[in-house]
T-cell receptor
């Protein structure tokens, strides 16, 4: 158990809908990262938050957004969902803003039908 | 921009045989290097990392990797594999002064056969 908790584990939704994925980092970790894992694109970095502020942005679509709350949990919002958004979404956390050791959650498997 | 190449998508090997999973990266600045392992239906677990210092790093379960700056490689090796090592292995790099995001390779599926 990495200590990073992601909910829900599975999500099935229709095209055009909006979903929210939740992540609770390890106790004491201030950084949260979101990654997308799909068969065609592999593992891709989406976005990082550190202590409530956005720190780095990767290949995140405009339809996607994220935030980190004062209690340090994070949410990834995916809207206007398309079939191609079906993927495994991972959250990871680390103590520092610099990534020297990130711990990954079990992921949320999103299926868009 | 950094990139990571894992040359082998699948590596079949017999139990107790040695194995090497190859990883090459491209970056114009100093990097941190990582190997992660993903078992079926699970998240990624950090196997080992190179941040600085000794170029040879080891994990608790017998894997080791060597950072080779001149060849921009970070190959993963194990002298004797077990069935339980069957998994997907990902090489990753973070670079630059920020060293925040990880760039992952496409993964290598290690299949250990009895």
């Amino acid at each position: 158990d990495s200590g990073v908790t992601q909910t829900p584990k599975h999500l099935i939704t229709a095209t055009g809908q909006r979903v929210t994925l939740r992540c609770s980092p390890r106790s004491g970790d201030l950084s949260v990262y979101w990654y997308q894992q799909s068969l065609d694109q592999g593992l891709q970095f989406l976005i990082q938050y550190y202590n409530g502020e956005e720190r780095a942005k990767g290949n995140i679509l405009e339809r996607f957004s994220a935030q980190q709350f004062p209690d340090l949990h994070s949410e990834l919002n995916l809207s206007s969902l398309e079939l191609g958004d079906s993927a495994l979404y991972f959250c990871a956390s680390s103590v520092e803003a610099v990534n020297t050791e990130a711990f990954f959650g079990q992921g949320t498997r999103l299926t868009v039908v | 921009a950094q990139s990571v190449t894992q040359l082998d998508s699948q590596v079949p090997v017999f139990e107790e045989a040695p194995v090497e999973l190859r990883c090459n990266y491209s970056s114009s600045v100093s990097v941190y290097l990582f190997w992660y392992v993903q078992y079926p239906n699970q998240g990624l677990q950090l196997l080992l990392k190179y941040l600085s210092g000794s170029t040879l790093v080891e994990s608790i379960n017998g894997f080791e990797a060597e950072f080779n700056k001149s060849q921009t490689s970070f190959h993963l090796r194990k002298p004797s594999v077990h069935i339980s090592d069957t998994a997907e292995y990902f090489c990753a790099v973070s670079e630059g002064t920020g060293r925040r995001a990880l760039t992952f390779g496409s993964g290598t599926r290690l299949q250990v056969q009895p």
